[in-house]
């Protein structure tokens, strides 16, 4: 089973994540891209929101339970705790996300699935018209603040 969780965070968002997570998880391995969450012998892998410029691009949370590369016996315990560490995502960041469609220019869609830290918010309302939020960096998608 593949779970996973789209996200912008700024740094402060970020530590305050991993601080909320390291009351859940065995041990935090952070690393440059990919940082490792182990809860027993499985791993949530946490990628990191990047600042490019003025350009904040999504991050995520994910759990890969079932595949060989990614076998562990304690499936349970790590899918409960990738529940506890979504839900302080959508309890504590802003859900309300819009982006506007390549081919539908001037009309916003809604976004469910992509959640705002609260610095992230703050930074992105300084300057809502050159502060970006994206999906990736080839990605057409960016983000505004709607809804």
Not at 15 to 29: H, M, Q, T, V
Not at 72 to 81: E, G, P, R, W, Y
Not at 115 to 141: C, F, Q, R, V
């Amino acid at each position: 089973m593949d779970a996973e969780i789209l996200f912008l965070m700024m740094e402060k968002d970020e530590s305050e994540f991993l601080a909320y997570a390291n009351d859940y998880c065995d041990s935090i391995d952070i690393k440059e891209v990919t940082s490792e969450l182990h809860v027993g012998d499985c791993k949530l892998l946490f990628t990191h929101s990047v600042l490019d410029n003025e350009t904040l691009f999504c991050g995520k949370l994910e759990i890969r339970l079932g595949r060989e590369e990614y076998n562990c016996t304690d499936h349970a315990k790590a899918m409960s705790v990738f529940r506890k560490l979504r839900n302080y995502i959508k309890k504590s960041y802003w859900s309300r996300l819009a982006y506007q469609h390549q081919n539908k220019k001037g009309k916003l869609t809604p976004s469910r699935n992509h959640w705002l830290g609260p610095e992230a918010k703050k930074w992105k309302d300084i300057d809502s018209s050159n502060h970006i939020l994206k999906l990736s960096k080839t990605s057409w998608m960016e983000f505004d603040i709607g809804f």
